[in-house]
């Protein structure tokens, strides 16, 4: 599977936001990955969210 990148910067644009509630333990892990690459929590969860949909795989259940 493609490994997911995220590059640090100072600045990152946002064109708009949606609330979407994730677990605590997910937020708390976030942060940490805010304060290591100094991007947005929005630009951080806009990349999990985009590569999750271009790497999804959908199956029948049973």
Request: charged residues 30%; without cysteine.
């Amino acid at each position: 599977m493609k490994e997911l990148i995220l590059t640090k910067t100072s600045n990152s644009a946002v064109n708009g936001t949606k609330p979407v509630f994730i677990d605590i333990e997910l937020h708390k892990q976030i942060k940490e990955l805010k304060e290591e690459t100094g991007l947005p929590i929005t630009t951080i969860v806009n990349t999990f969210l985009r590569y999750g949909i271009d790497n999804v795989e959908i199956k029948d259940g049973e």
